[in-house]
T-cell receptor, first 119, second 110 residues
Framework: NAGVMQNPRHLVRRRGQEARLRCSPMKGHSHVYWYRQLPEEGLKFMVYLQKENIIDESGMPKERFSAEFPKEGPSILRIQQVVRGDSAAYFC?????????????????FGAGSRLTVL | EDQVTQSPEALRLQEGESSSLNCSYTVSGLRGLFWYRQDPGKGPEFLFTLYSAGEEKEKERLKATLTKKESFLHITAPKPEDSATYLCAVRETSGSRLTFGEGTQLTVNP
């Protein structure tokens, strides 16, 4: 099991360009979370998705940011018209979630992150 | 709104010098408290989940405990390889996401 795979690991964009970050969850996991970590700050929740559904996007900026998790393929976090303030590490996590809980069901497994630099 | 506060922000220890990290939390109902370790340039790595007050879990030199208001991560006789940022997070009963604290940056000098 290769774990949560994120790519690209590093991405450089100029202001106004688009950034697309991809995340393949662990095998068997159908729940994906995106977090942002600004330099010297903690992890901030952005969005929670299941296959073909956005469950909670309360942490997502209203403009320029969007996320999807299609039936086939990776989850994608898309940032349009990037600005310097978007420079950060973006982490994806996946979980095997069951309503009954359990010691391992709700643990989030994180990827290595995608580091976006906006020039 | 869930709140998670970790202290201290940074901690320097000598190898073998035991200490504790604190995580204070405010949630409407706790569904789980999580500890992660994050090394520079990497994603958080899961350490422990605690579900109810009084619960304790151990892994090598680390021991996590939980009360109704806070959790402690005790580090016994640390080694330089324990140097990392330790993150605490909570999940409330009505949600699925984790809310993280700012972390404690631990440095263990040889």
């Amino acid at each position: 099991n290769a774990g949560v795979m994120q790519n690209p690991r590093h991405l450089v964009r100029r202001r106004g360009q688009e950034a697309r970050l991809r995340c393949s969850p662990m095998k068997g996991h159908s729940h994906v979370y995106w977090y942002r970590q600004l330099p010297e700050e903690g992890l901030k929740f952005m969005v929670y998705l299941q296959k073909e559904n956005i469950i909670d996007e309360s942490g997502m900026p209203k403009e320029r940011f969007s996320a999807e998790f299609p039936k086939e393929g990776p989850s994608i976090l898309r940032i349009q018209q990037v600005v310097r303030g978007d420079s950060a590490a973006y982490f994806c996590a996946s979980s095997l979630y069951t309503s009954s809980g359990g010691s391992g069901a709700n643990v989030l497994t994180f990827g290595a992150g995608s580091r976006l630099t906006v020039l | 709104e869930d709140q998670v506060t970790q202290s201290p922000e940074a901690l320097r220890l000598q190898e073998g010098e035991s200490s504790s990290l604190n995580c204070s939390y405010t949630v409407s109902g706790l569904r789980g408290l999580f500890w992660y370790r994050q090394d520079p340039g990497k994603g958080p790595e899961f350490l422990f989940t605690l579900y109810s007050a009084g619960e304790e879990k151990e892994k090598e030199r680390l021991k996590a405990t939980l009360t109704k208001k806070e959790s402690f991560l005790h580090i016994t006789a640390p080694k330089p390889e324990d140097s990392a940022t330790y993150l605490c997070a909570v999940r409330e009963t009505s949600g699925s996401r984790l809310t993280f604290g700012e972390g404690t940056q631990l440095t263990v000098n040889p």
